[in-house]
């Protein structure tokens, strides 16, 4: 029993403490301590959160409180990521001057075309935000195209919503963005409360993401589309040409065929033929044939021949034939031939020891020997 009642006080105070924890978290996110009872309480909460959004002080939001048009011009400038660092230093309208707190926001805005002022030089400030206005500005901010929606407004008092609204005003009921005030009336000149621009910044920024990822598809869609609408065209124009192949070029019937050296594209069909050497392309038909030697293209056609010494080409026809010495190309057709001795070319003809010759030599004189004894 007391084992039970000690998990029941364990239970009881994680219960409690979950309570505190969860009431504390609330005001830590926030600091805004009068939107407990606000239909818009979890979209003021995150625009603080987000820092698009304050409080008017004292940790109040003021939910039912209504919104100048500076305040909302800041709201919009820092829900669309507008760049703020580039002000300029005269400023845009005459009720705004560069000290104002909401200079640069106001300026931002105007900049990306977003607020245009009343149309005599100033903005509005401390002017209170008309429910027309607001849808008026948050469609204008998405881009999208709303060019006619108002014919299709049926609020019992559409006919008061401004000319320049109405269009706005519809499409921002088309895109869930606002609603009317319940029994079929819109209120246009109505002031937008604090809680009421917050639940409808919130909704803004779901929808520019939505509208964003829309135009992204559509784009490609589109881009898909004109390249089918191209592709589909130059098929169109194509669709009764007929198809010509490409004619290469045939080369020379034997031209580089292994087996057909040469052929009609070489300069002599039989260049480079082992068995018919030279040919018609070679300077001589014969030329390093080894049976022919020579031939009609070498000086002398027995040039080389080992059986044909010398030749018609030779100074000596017989020059260097063995059984042929010296002969007319020689000083001494006999020079050098056993059997001849002497000739001509030498000083005596006979050899030396045939007495009576200029050539002769006398024999050697020796002690009690005869001269003549050697003749």
Do not use: C, W
Request: aromatic share 6%; charged share 25%; no cysteine.
């Amino acid at each position: 029993m007391k084992r039970n009642s000690v998990k029941y006080l364990i239970v009881l105070s994680l219960l409690v403490f979950s309570v505190i924890a969860s009431s504390n978290t609330t005001y830590a996110a926030t600091g805004l301590a009068d939107i407990d009872g606000s239909y818009a309480k979890d979209a003021i909460e995150e625009l603080v959160e987000k820092g698009i959004i304050n409080g008017v002080g004292d940790g109040k939001f003021d939910p039912s409180g209504k919104i100048e048009r500076q305040d909302f011009a800041i709201i919009l400038a820092k829900a669309l990521s507008l760049d703020t660092s580039s002000a300029p230093a005269t400023s845009t309208f005459s009720d705004v001057p560069s000290t104002h707190y909401a200079f640069k926001y106001v300026e931002a805005a105007a900049k990306a075309g977003l607020i245009k002022g009343n149309g005599d030089g100033t903005f509005g400030t401390g002017a209170q935000l008309s429910r027309e206005d607001m849808a008026v500005l948050f469609v204008r901010a998405l881009g999208v195209d709303s060019a006619g929606k108002g014919a299709d407004l049926n609020f019992s008092d559409a006919s008061s919503i401004a000319d320049y609204a109405k269009d706005s005003v519809a499409a921002a009921l088309e895109l869930g963005l606002i609603s009317g005030m319940g029994d079929g009336v819109f209120n246009p000149k109505g002031n937008a409360e604090r809680q009421a621009v917050a639940l409808v910044a919130s909704k803004f920024l779901k929808v520019k993401d939505e509208v964003a990822d829309k135009d992204q598809q559509k784009l490609e869609d589109n881009e898909k589309e004109e390249d089918t609408s191209a592709k589909d065209e130059v098929e169109e124009r194509t669709e009764h040409i007929p198809y010509v192949p490409k004619e290469r070029p045939t080369p020379e019937p034997n031209e580089g065929e292994p087996n057909v050296p040469g052929g009609p594209g070489s300069p002599d069909p039989n260049e480079g033929e082992p068995n018919v050497p030279g040919g018609p392309g070679s300077p001589d038909p014969n030329e390093g044939d080894p049976n022919v030697p020579g031939g009609p293209g070498s000086p002398d056609p027995n040039e080389g021949d080992p059986n044909v010494p010398g030749g018609p080409g030779s100074p000596d026809p017989n020059d260097g034939f063995p059984n042929v010495p010296g002969g007319p190309g020689s000083p001494d057709p006999n020079d050098g031939f056993p059997n001849l001795p002497g000739g001509p070319g030498l000083p005596d003809p006979n050899l030396p020891g045939l007495p009576g010759g200029s050539g002769y030599f006398p024999a050697p004189e020796l002690p009690g020997v005869d001269p003549n004894l050697f003749l």
